[in-house]
């Protein structure tokens, strides 16, 4: 199995999914959380299919900011998506802790990008 792969499809589809009802199911005034949450999901699901490659190269810091990623997606779209569909979070620094978490993968993929891998087999 190839989790990364699995979680960034699930992903895309939930972005689209959450997108499609943003549009057409929640008031207008709370259809920007939407759009603004399926966005950061959808770009972060395809950031997720690059951290598949990383990873199977040996990239420790990729599988880390993988991690990270899909905690920031969790935590920032999803406080969007509740916040949108349900009211204010009694936790109001999901949304930034998730935002934080996102910067942070990214910051471990570039550390793959230099990090040490096992050699490719030839």
Not at 54 to 76: D, H, K, N, P, Q
């Amino acid at each position: 199995m190839r989790p990364w792969i699995l979680l960034a499809g699930l992903n895309g589809a939930m972005a689209i999914g959450l997108a499609a009802y943003g549009a057409h199911g929640v008031d207008a005034a709370v259809a920007p959380l939407m759009e603004r949450a399926s966005l950061f999901q959808l770009i972060h699901a395809v950031a997720l299919l690059s951290i598949d490659r990383l990873a199977g190269e040996g990239r420790r810091s990729a599988r880390l900011g993988g991690v990270l990623i899909a905690v920031g997606i969790a935590m920032f779209s999803g406080s969007l998506y509740i916040k949108a569909m349900f009211g204010p979070l009694p936790l109001p620094l999901v949304t930034p802790a998730g935002g934080i978490s996102l910067i942070l993968g990214w910051i471990m993929i570039a550390g793959a990008a230099i990090g040490r891998g096992r050699r490719p087999a030839v």
